[in-house]
């Protein structure tokens, strides 16, 4: 039972062009949704989150939108650069109690020059 | 560097024998986590502590066992391991919950079990 999925494994965009990422969540419980950077070799790093009350969040030139009807969240990113090119992990969690982490399955962002 | 230490980082074992992973921080955050990674299942929860000596499962916690004895310690033990626990491992903590914050990993510990 995926809580979290990520129903692309691989996506491919041209540098300067916007690369949008997509999850779905099934439980209803979830109330803060987070997105997560991982090089290979490297653990995930925090990139930006968004708690149920918002509909938007920014923080320069990524964009996370959350769609509680639908349970969908993406990700934006403008303008996309090379240095971007890992794999991205959507994350959701309860906020009150132990902060766990329920993540989907990555999709793997490769930005071609 | 969120003051995450992971050790070993590389580990070849043989099934059947004990293994212990371990994760140190020094920023005295209350939560630590233990994840897995494995192709097509993202990272899974194995066990997770919210307190020195206060721990609790998680989603795949089967053959596992942890201790934290310390604030700063978190063990990671596989009682007797197997080839389905060959995985990469990483280890997590957040300042205080409740709140809606992001957890810091360490870099990770890749297991092979042959």
């Known amino acids: 039972d995926q809580q979290v999925k990520q129903n692309s494994p691989s996506l491919s965009v041209q540098e300067g062009r916007i690369s949008i990422l997509n999850c779905d969540y099934t439980?209803?419980?979830?109330?803060?949704f987070l997105w997560y950077k991982k090089y290979p070799a490297e653990g995930p790093t925090f990139l930006i989150s968004i708690s149920s009350i918002k509909d938007k969040n920014e923080d320069g030139r990524f964009t996370v939108f959350l769609n509680k009807s639908a349970k969908h969240l993406s990700l934006h990113i403008v303008p996309s650069q090379p240095g971007d090119s890992a794999v991205y992990f959507c994350a959701a969690s309860e906020v009150q109690g132990a902060q766990k982490l329920v993540f989907g399955q990555g999709t793997r962002l490769t930005i071609n020059p | 560097d969120a003051g995450i230490t992971q050790s070993p980082r590389h580990k070849v074992t043989e099934t059947g024998t004990p293994v212990t992973l371990r994760c140190h921080q020094t920023e005295n955050h209350r939560y630590m986590y233990w994840y897995r990674q494995d192709p097509g299942h993202g990272l899974r929860l194995i066990h997770y502590?919210?307190?020195?000596?206060?721990?609790d499962k998680g989603e795949v916690s089967d053959g596992y066992s942890v201790s934290r004895s310390k604030t700063e310690d978190f063990l990671l033990t596989l009682e007797s391991a197997t080839s389905s626990q060959t995985s990469v491992y990483f280890c997590a903590i957040t300042p205080s919950g409740g709140l809606g914050t992001e957890a810091f990993f360490g870099q990770g510990t890749r297991l092979t079990v042959v």
């Open positions: 439980n209803s419980m979830f109330d803060y």
């Open positions: 502590s919210y307190g020195v000596k206060d721990t």
